[in-house]
């Protein structure tokens, strides 16, 4: 008797991240028209919650019941369990700041300090894993932007205003867009079709960061998305996604991985630049020297 028929039928995936893992598991072992289907599930997960089955299949290139038996194979009872678990990580409420910072509060003993360093270090650690294949597409979609516009809201600020101001010292048509006194509308205007938006972003997503890329699409540019999941709703549209990871011990979602990712990005950007970029940044240094703006040792 085959030992596989034994095999106890595993319960399907909870969540997008579970799903991953099962298909990364099992992958090597599945029949080429399911790693056909696989792949682009992960490949384009931003497709699967509002596309239909029938395309998804077209646009993978296997038969839609294909998609089915693959959904079967993950533990599902069909093609809409599958999909469910897509939609759900699009749709997944954000922890309550509040009750987060309850249970910091109520595990006060605990050794925060290591505890934040090992978390904090496990992101960083993650984020090539997420943006290897991603990176040279994203500086690639700025260096041949006429102009790049960025933009990020609330906590998504500091990202936005570090990728801003680092670009900015090689490359003067770098704008923020920051819809300060109610103009961001006014400032959406500018975007042009051979432009490029950035756009910074983790859950709860700001109407504003919605808003950036409504625009953006709207004028027919390019759209790079840095976020925190390849399905938020900054992402489902964009050219390009680069996801950072927020976990964190304590109250607030972590936007150290995304400060780092901005710089990462940047130096892909002026790798690309050569020469040029160098020889821009030098003026750049020097106006800042002769205009005071640093400290000089005595």
Same mark, same amino acid.
């Given at each position: ?41 992960? =490949? ?9 089955? %029938? ?21 599902? /009872? ?10 759900? @990580?699009?749709? %997944? ?5 509040? =009750? ?10 605990? =050794? ?29 979609? +700025? ?8 933009? $990020? ?24 867009? !920051?819809?300060?006194? /109610? ?6 205007? @500018? ?9 910074? /972003? ?20 390019? +759209? ?25 011990? @304590?109250?607030?979602? @972590? ?5 780092? +990712?901005?710089?990462? +990005? ?7 630049? $050569? !020469? ?12 800042? %020297? =002769? ?8």
């Amino acid at each position: 008797m085959n030992p596989a028929m034994n095999k106890p039928k595993e319960s399907p995936p909870t969540s997008l991240d579970a799903l991953t893992r099962r298909i990364q598991r099992d992958f090597s072992g599945m029949p080429p028209q399911f790693q056909v289907g696989a792949r682009y599930l992960m =490949d384009f997960p931003a497709d699967i919650p509002v596309a239909s089955m %029938r395309r998804i299949a077209a646009q993978a290139g296997v038969q839609p019941a294909t998609m089915v038996r693959l959904a079967h194979s993950l533990g599902f /009872g069909g093609w809409e369990d599958l999909k469910n678990i897509f939609v759900q @990580s699009l749709r %997944r409420a954000p922890k309550r700041y509040a =009750d987060q910072a309850r249970r910091v509060v109520s595990g006060g003993g605990r =050794d925060t300090l290591n505890e934040s360093a090992a978390t904090l270090a496990e992101n960083m650690k993650l984020l090539a894993h997420l943006n290897a294949d991603r990176l040279p597409l994203a500086a690639k979609l +700025l260096a041949e932007a006429a102009h790049v516009h960025v933009a $990020g809201f609330r906590a998504s600020f500091s990202p936005a205003y570090a990728l801003q101001y680092l670009y900015r010292l090689f490359r003067p048509t770098v704008t923020l867009l !920051r819809g300060d006194a /109610g103009l961001l509308e006014m400032e959406l205007r @500018s975007i042009k079709r051979d432009d490029a938006v950035v756009i910074v /972003g983790f859950a709860p997503y700001s109407q504003e960061g919605q808003r950036v890329t409504q625009a953006a699409r709207k004028a027919g540019c390019r +759209l790079i998305a840095i976020c925190d999941s390849v399905v938020a709703p900054i992402a489902l549209k964009a050219d390009c996604v680069l996801v950072f990871p927020t976990e964190t011990p @304590s109250f607030f979602p @972590s936007t150290t991985a995304a400060m780092a +990712l901005v710089e990462i +990005l940047v130096e892909q950007v002026l790798t690309m630049a $050569g !020469r040029k970029a160098i020889d821009q940044i030098q003026r750049t240094e020097q106006q800042l %020297r =002769d205009a005071g703006a640093y400290l000089e040792p005595k």
